[in-house]
C-alpha cells in the first residue's frame, strides 16, 4: 500500500475491528478555553481516559487484529517511549499473543513496570529511542518476531484516525482540529478522517520546540534526525524514522499548520487542565490546550477540538507542576 491508497473506508473498518479494545472516549466542552481565545466553542477528546491512558491502543489494536495466524503464533515486537509499547502488551495480553517491547533508557521506570505488568518482555537498551530501535531490528531478526511500529503503518494510521471520526460523529460542526505531533500517526490518521468527511476542516500540527522532528523533516523534504532533550511531553520525543513512508506524506498532504510549543507554556496548560477540568494529562496531551493559550493558532470564532492524547505522567514531576502554579496563584 501507498501513503495515497489509505481511505475513508480504512478507517471504517478500523473503527469496527478495534471497538471491542477500544473506549469510545468523551468529547467535553470547555468553555473557559473558548472564552479565552474566542472561540465559538471548545471541545477536548478525552483520549486521557481512553485503555492504557492513550490513543495508541486504536493503532496498535488495528495492526495487531490485522495478523496473519503464522504472524501470531510468531509473536510481536516494537519500541517505544513508553504508550505505544504499553498499548502493544496490552492488545497483545487481550489476545494472547507474546510480545517484546525494546525501549531506551530515557524511558520512566513506572512506564516500563507498567508494560511488564501487561504482559510484555521488556528490553531497556540504549541512550534515545533510535538506539532503542537498533537493538529492537536486531531481535526482529534473531527471534523472528513481527514488527508492530509505532506511526509509520498505514493499519496503525487508520487506528489513531478512529479518534477524528469519533470528534466529527459527536461535533459535526468543529471546523479546527488541534493534534498533538511526534512521529504523525495521530496527526496523519485524524487529518486523514477529517478531511475526507469535511474538506473544509483546518488541523494543525502542535510539535515541541524541543523536539520538532517532523517539522525540520517536511523543511527538508525527508526523515530528519532531532536531538532528544528533556522534556514534561516526553511521549512527543523520537525521530519520524530515516525509512518514513506514510506519514510524512500523509502530514504534508493533509495537516494546514504546524505550531510549537515549549517548555513553560505545556505547564500552564497542564495546570489549565487540571484546574478547570479536573483532568489530569500529560505534557504531550497539554500541547493543543497551549497553542490556544499562547495564541499561536487564532481560533476566533471556531468551533476547535482539542485532542488530549494521554494521561501517562509521572505523579511526583506532575505535583511539581501544578504545585508551583498554587503557590503562585495563593491558592489554598
Ligand atoms: C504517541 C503520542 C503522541 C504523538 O503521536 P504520533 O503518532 O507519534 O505523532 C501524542 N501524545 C501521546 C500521549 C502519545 O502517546
Given at each position: 500500500m501507498k501513503w495515497s491508497d489509505l481511505a475513508l473506508a480504512h478507517v471504517f473498518a478500523a473503527a469496527d475491528r478495534i471497538r471491542p479494545l477500544v473506549r469510545r472516549t468523551p468529547l467535553v466542552p470547555s468553555d473557559a478555553l473558548a472564552d479565552a481565545c474566542g472561540a465559538r466553542s471548545v471541545h477536548l477528546k478525552?483520549?486521557?481516559?481512553?485503555?492504557?491512558?492513550?490513543?495508541?491502543v486504536r493503532g496498535a489494536s488495528n495492526r495487531i487484529l490485522t495478523l496473519t495466524d503464522d504472524e501470531r503464533a510468531r509473536g510481536v515486537i516494537t519500541f517505544s517511549t513508553g504508550n505505544h509499547g504499553k498499548a502493544v502488551a496490552f492488545v497483545a495480553g487481550q489476545t494472547g499473543i507474546p510480545a517484546v517491547v525494546c525501549v531506551s533508557k530515557h524511558v520512566p521506570d513506572y512506564r516500563v513496570a507498567t508494560i511488564r505488568r501487561l504482559g510484555a518482555e521488556v528490553v531497556v537498551k540504549g541512550a534515545s529511542q533510535d538506539e532503542a530501535e537498533v537493538e529492537y531490528a536486531r531481535l526482529v531478526e534473531e527471534r523472528n518476531l513481527v514488527p508492530v511500529v509505532p506511526f509509520d503503518d498505514p493499519y496503525i494510521i487508520a487506528g489513531q484516525a478512529t479518534v477524528g471520526l469519533e470528534m466529527l460523529a459527536d461535533r459535526?460542526?468543529?471546523d479546527l482540529l488541534l493534534v498533538p505531533l511526534s512521529g504523525g500517526g495521530l496527526l496523519a490518521g485524524v487529518a486523514l478522517a477529517a478531511k475526507l468527511i469535511n474538506p473544509a476542516i483546518r488541523v494543525v500540527g502542535v510539535s515541541i520546540s524541543q523536539s520538532p522532528a517532523m517539522l525540520e523533516s517536511l523543511k527538508a523534504g525527508k526523515p530528519v534526525a532531532v536531538p532528544e532533550k528533556d522534556t514534561l511531553?516526553?511521549?512527543?520525543?523520537?525521530?519520524?524514522?530515516?525509512?518514513?513512508?506514510?506519514t510524512l506524506p500523509l502530514v504534508a498532504h493533509f495537516a494546514d499548520d504546524h505550531v510549537e510549543i515549549d517548555e513553560s507554556e505545556i505547564e500552564r496548560a497542564l495546570y489549565f487542565a487540571m484546574k478547570q477540568h479536573s483532568l489530569v494529562i500529560e505534557g504531550a496531551a497539554a500541547v493543543g490546550i497551549a497553542a490556544l493559550q499562547t495564541g499561536k493558532v487564532n481560533a476566533a470564532g471556531k468551533s476547535v477540538g482539542i485532542v488530549l492524547?494521554?494521561?501517562?505522567?509521572e505523579l511526583a514531576q506532575y505535583i511539581g507542576v501544578i504545585r508551583k502554579f498554587v503557590e503562585a496563584n495563593g491558592e489554598a
Open positions: 478525552l483520549e486521557s481516559l481512553q485503555n492504557t491512558g492513550a490513543f495508541k459535526p460542526e468543529l511531553a516526553d511521549s512527543l520525543l523520537g525521530g519520524i524514522g530515516v525509512t518514513n513512508e506514510f492524547s494521554g494521561s501517562s505522567i
